[in-house]
């Protein structure tokens, strides 16, 4: 492994974490994270473990391609309705923008993944520790398929693409994480402060299954089926289900029907 920091971000110190090749950077910033400090990056090469939400395998032995992780210690106490719930949102939207440089129009899938024309690009994970009610750091950790090839993306689960195929062209790694970085901490702060109404349009906007019949699978995989209607102002989803009523989900899978 080495260390080194990115000098070509725009109005940004920060140190960066290379590791040739690590079980995954979630787990490596978990373990590590006492020694940390807030803002630190770590890049992986190639990941053996690579995982995202509900314990799903994340293809990520392809180099050129992010995998990365983000340490953030904003807080020591952490109230309710905190924004480090709303961070992945926070940053899918991000990704959703960033991707406009390289004409590339995304959408969101609830909560947190990024989709082009239905195969997904990107995906988040936000995992935290606390030391009694104190929270000990947040790692935002992200998989972006930037260089894949059509063979690589067969062994994923679900519909995927990459960059590359979508814009005809090789995609440079560290240039494209300078820039994702340089985007996320502009507007960092100001999503700490406002929360999920700091990007409610945006999110909105990107999420293409509203008004449509979709089926949400919870944590310990009951279904509920209904209309995706809207979301509140703290990031959760609004489902008017085939009961009739109106319910108010905050974490599980969706899929259109």
């Known amino acids: 492994m080495k260390h080194y920091s990115i000098l070509f971000l725009k109005s940004l110190d920060l140190k960066i974490l290379n590791l040739n090749e690590v079980d995954s950077t979630n787990n490596y910033a978990l373990r590590n994270l006492s020694s940390l400090s807030d803002r630190q990056v770590i890049v992986a090469e190639k990941q053996t473990r690579g ?72 995906g ?19 998989g972006i398929n930037l260089n894949m090839t059509p063979d690589d993306l067969k062994v994923i689960d679900q519909p995927a693409t990459s960059l590359n195929l979508l814009t005809g062209n090789p995609v440079n790694r560290d240039s494209f994480i300078s820039g994702l970085l340089d985007k996320f901490f502009s507007g960092y702060d100001q999503f700490l402060e406002k929360g999920f109404l700091h990007i409610k349009e945006q999110y909105t906007k990107k999420s293409t299954f509203l008004g449509k019949k979709i089926t949400v699978t919870s944590l310990l995989k009951s279904r509920t089926i209904g209309i995706a209607k809207n979301f509140t102002d703290y990031g959760s989803l609004i489902l008017a289900a085939d009961s009739g009523k109106e319910k108010i989900i905050k974490a599980g899978d969706i899929t259109c029907l």
Request: glycine share 6%; proline share 4%; with cysteine.
């Open 124 to 142: 988040l994970l936000g995992e935290s520790t606390f030391q009694g009610i104190l929270l000990k750091g947040y790692v935002l950790g992200a």
């Open 51 to 122: 995982h995202g939400r509900l314990a799903r395998k994340w293809v990520s032995h392809v180099p050129e391609n992010v995998y990365m992780s983000l340490v953030l210690k904003p807080f020591r106490e952490v109230k309710e309705h905190s924004p480090l719930t709303n961070l992945t949102q926070y940053m899918s939207v991000v990704i959703c923008e960033f991707l406009l440089k390289y004409n590339v129009h995304a959408e969101l899938k609830w909560p947190n993944d990024v989709l082009v024309k239905g195969a997904k690009i990107a």
